[in-house]
């Protein structure tokens, strides 16, 4: 059985920083992408970023120089280190593993709340 557990969301003030955690379990963690997506209420649900199997990385263009997407195969984990949060990074993160971009096979964790307020 596939897990993708997500952990590390939460409330923080603008400015402020998060790191969110990945646990996956059930696949082969070095042979997948693993990425980041968020959805706002009200909203579709977004690419944050991803990491491919080889370290590559991805952004959106918003995200790029305040977050960095980050994976330990060895501990199948995939991190996401939020900097500079802005109110409108406001969302229910998710985290993704896929054998490839654009596969149309995907793997959802439930989702992490983070909140950006003052």
């Known amino acids: 059985q596939v897990q993708l557990v997500e952990s590390g969301g939460g409330l923080v003030q603008p400015g402020g920083s998060l790191r969110l955690s990945c646990a996956v379990t059930?696949?082969?963690?070095?042979?997948?992408?693993m990425g980041w997506y968020r959805q706002a209420p009200g909203k579709q649900r977004d690419l944050v970023a991803q990491?491919?199997?080889?370290?590559?990385?991805n952004y959106r263009d918003s995200m790029k120089g305040r977050f960095t997407i980050a994976r330990d195969n060895k501990k199948e984990m995939t991190y996401l280190q939020m900097n500079s949060l802005k109110p409108e990074d406001t969302a229910v993160y998710y985290c993704?593993?896929?054998?490839?971009?654009?596969?149309?096979?995907?793997?959802w964790g439930q989702g992490t709340q983070v909140t950006v307020s003052s």
């Open positions: 993704n593993a896929s054998p490839f971009i654009g596969s149309g096979l995907q793997y």
């Open positions: 990491i491919t199997q080889s370290g590559a990385t």
């Open positions: 059930g696949i082969d963690f070095g042979s997948y992408t």
